[in-house]
């Protein structure tokens, strides 16, 4: 019956990931654009091997240690990023931009292309558009340069100098490049509100594309879901401990008990 304390350890170090999910999520419920994790876990079976077998392949994987990892069925954990969009706040600033529907922003770093939902942007010494990190912001045709700090963006990424100058239907500076993963499962965070180009990403339609000048979109954490969340994730990793304490008791009653009848 090693299995049962073999289960209960795989549910505890599942309700610990979650927890790691959840904390990051309350961490970030005021960050512009952030998007929630969410873990999914596939259900828990009896493992094929025994709870020390277990136990081993978890000591495998603490952090500073060398030993290979045992091939110890463990629960297949899979983060994925809530890609529902979140509400819009109002700036007012007229380099702030917003995604009212679905697509990232693609910026570029020293490694290449990345993407995010932050669309506090600045211009930089050069006159280049960037984001907050100061990585140039990617229209259609490359890196945005532009002559006013106060441009005119419209709803499919249109940049103009001024609200003048679409008024007199100039041609525009730039178009914001507005990317789409077509597999949310490859998304990597690289941390700062990035995502990796894991897998490939298509350009939206522009039909599609939905920008609001002088907005920021708040986090889709919901502060009050998360907090349930952790009472119930709490909650259940405390009763798999009571599990794992009770059958350790019930199994030393027994060897005593059996050294008494010897």
Known sequence: ???????ALQSMHTDMQKLDRVGSNLA?????????EVLASQPI???????????????AQLPGTDAPIAAARMPSMLVQTDMRPGTLKSTGQSLDVALAGPGYFEVMTETGPAYTRQGAFQVDARGRLVNAQGLPVMGNGGEIVL????????????VFESRTGIAENTTPVA???????????????LGEGLFSPDGSFVAMKEADVQIRQGFLE????????EMVQLMQTMRHFESMQKVALGYDDMTGQAVR??????
């Open 1 to 7: 019956m090693q299995e049962v304390l073999a289960i």
């Open 28 to 36: 970030n419920a005021l960050t512009a654009g952030y998007q929630r």
């Open 45 to 59: 079976g009896v493992p094929a091997q025994a709870f020390s077998s277990v136990v081993e392949g978890m000591q």
């Open 147 to 158: 002559n006013s700090d106060r441009p005119f963006i419209d709803a499919v990424g249109n």
């Open 175 to 189: 178009q914001i490049k507005v990317m789409q993963p077509e597999d949310t499962k490859a998304m990597r965070r």
């Open 218 to 225: 708040n986090s889709n954490v919901s502060s009050m879901q």
């Open 257 to 262: 008990k059996l050294g008494e009848l010897s």
